[in-house]
């Protein structure tokens, strides 16, 4: 019992992916169960069944798949905000967390669309830069930027002065301190930033294809919901979730090649 509550514990890797399966399988049981009882409509709660079918219904049908050209698109789009998130975000969060005068000036622009919905912003960017790809390309790159700056600059800003202080006192520059003493140490957790900035774009993709996009997991879901397709929607859902888990345990395995000294958990 005493390990049940130890966040130090590591477990085993064997035993950590049979309790991952564990929850999964009962999630599944239990929508099973539900869709099975009938006290829930299907037009509102597919059976597994039924969702499997409409994937293999998405994936190939009449000689093209659907959902791979859906997957593309939203994939390129979130790939090409997140290079723009990680170009803007990561230089700016560290000026940031080295200026405390360049912090007092930003932080109050940028910190409270932490907790303001960005959605409301959709609007006049539909007005300002139209209905193509740069609108929502730029909409997924707001989304994302206003968490990652912020968890740049407190990365910086956590790492102890101590290292700050024994770079100048070899001479070092201010700016050099920054740059070889502070940010390597604070580079884990810059990563951290950066693999929550790109999950957060995946929540918006659908929000960024429902405005005029011919392709997209976001406009798949919608006209299977504008036709009551239930299981599609479930089906588009589904692999959103699938693309999120994928690219946040690639970017974690990337972390933990490029940052091996830090503790593991």
């Not at 959902?67 to 700016?92: F, I, K, N, Q, Y």
């Not at 080295?98 to 409270?112: G, K, T």
């Not at 990563?191 to 429902?210: L, N, Q, R």
């Amino acid at each position: 019992m005493s390990q049940s509550w130890n966040p130090y514990a590591v477990l085993p890797g064997r035993l950590r992916h049979q309790l991952g399966f564990a929850g999964i399988a009962f999630v599944l049981l239990a929508w099973w169960g539900l869709s099975a009882s009938g006290w829930i409509s299907p037009n509102k709660l597919p059976s597994p069944l039924a969702v499997t079918k409409a994937f293999a219904y998405l994936a190939w049908h009449d000689g093209k798949s659907m959902l791979l050209d859906a997957t593309l698109w939203s994939t390129a789009r979130v790939a090409m905000a997140g290079v723009l998130v990680v170009a803007v975000g990561v230089p700016l969060g560290i000026l940031m967390g080295a200026s405390a005068r360049l912090n007092a000036v930003l932080s109050p622009l940028i910190d409270p669309f932490r907790s303001a919905p960005v959605v409301a912003l959709l609007p006049i960017l539909v007005m300002w830069l139209g209905i193509g790809e740069v609108m929502k390309v730029t909409f997924l790159f707001l989304g994302a930027v206003v968490y990652l700056v912020p968890m740049v600059r407190d990365a910086i800003q956590a790492v102890p002065q101590s290292h700050w202080i024994g770079a100048r006192d070899l001479g070092a520059t201010p700016w050099e301190c920054i740059r070889h003493a502070v940010v390597p140490i604070a580079m884990p957790r810059i990563a951290d930033g950066i693999i929550v900035a790109v999950s957060v774009m995946w929540t918006y993709i659908t929000v960024a294809e429902y405005v005029n996009a011919e392709v997209g997991l976001g406009q798949l879901i919608q006209n299977a919901r504008r036709f009551s397709a239930m299981d599609q929607v479930f089906a588009g859902i589904a692999v959103i979730i699938a693309l999120a888990l994928v690219t946040y345990q690639v970017m974690r395995a990337f972390k933990r090649r490029m940052y091996p000294w830090e503790t593991q958990t």
